[in-house]
């Protein structure tokens, strides 16, 4: 396994990110598997870090699920309204 240090730097980012590619089907357990998984903890630490993510509003929040879920809009009507009739 490499000599793996924290990463501070945006090219040890990318360094780390291609290490990452080259290691992707590495087994759990092995020394390859043990490497990759320390990169992944390390860049997930740098993102959070560099590149964070602020949470969606509720409305992005529910134009995404209605985006996964292929339901249209009027699903989440207020239940009192009666549902259109469909021909």
């Given at each position: 396994?490499?000599?793996?240090?924290?990463?501070?730097?945006?090219?040890?980012?990318?360094?780390?990110?291609?290490?990452?590619?080259?290691?992707?089907?590495?087994?759990?357990?092995?020394?390859?598997?043990?490497?990759?998984?320390?990169?992944?903890?390390?860049?997930?630490?740098?993102?959070?870090?560099?590149?964070?993510?602020?949470?969606?509003?509720?409305?992005?929040?529910i134009?995404?699920?209605?985006?996964?879920?292929?339901?249209?809009?009027?699903?989440?009507?207020?239940?009192?309204?009666?549902?259109?009739?469909?021909?």
């Open positions: 396994m490499a000599n793996i240090e924290p990463i501070r730097t945006e090219e040890e980012y990318e360094h780390a990110l291609a290490r990452i590619y080259e290691l992707f089907h590495a087994a759990l357990g092995t020394p390859e598997g043990d490497e990759l998984e320390i990169l992944v903890d390390l860049v997930e630490r740098y993102e959070d870090k560099h590149y964070p993510i602020d949470p969606p509003s509720a409305e992005e929040a134009e995404f699920h209605i985006d996964q879920t292929g339901q249209a809009p009027r699903v989440l009507a207020p239940r009192s309204e009666k549902p259109e009739k469909v021909s």
